[in-house]
């Protein structure tokens, strides 16, 4: 079946990085479009970024557009996303998905 597993969240100062990764299993990875969605404490699903399946399109919602950037390695079945500049905003619990499946999540948390 399919399976997600995301890591690499954590405690961060405001203005730093940290970079988060996805390993797929369960379908053919490099074959389709995969993305990454982020929930805030008390809020719903926000949609941050989308890369097409052989990591040539890249997509970004307008907050983190210029600071986040979304790549995979299709040899190894695994989709990143590197955060850079952070803010308070982008504490969130993030997740990797395709086509509606999701992993566990990974939390960022970003604060002074």
């Known amino acids: 079946q399919v399976q997600l597993v995301e890591s690499g969240g954590g405690l961060v100062q405001p203005g730093g990085s940290l970079r988060l990764s996805c390993v797929g299993s369960g379908f053919t990875f490099s074959g389709y479009s995969m993305g990454w969605v982020r929930q805030a404490p008390g809020k719903g699903l926000d949609w941050v970024s989308d890369?097409?399946?052989?990591?040539?399109?890249?997509y970004y919602a307008d907050s983190v557009k210029g600071r986040f950037t979304i790549s995979r390695d299709n040899a190894k079945n695994v989709l990143y996303l590197q955060l850079s500049s952070l803010k308070p905003e982008d504490t969130a619990v993030y997740y990797c998905?395709?086509?509606?499946?999701r992993g566990q999540g990974t939390q960022v948390t970003v604060s002074s």
């Open positions: 890369i097409d399946g052989a990591g040539h399109a890249t």
């Open positions: 998905e395709w086509y509606g499946t």
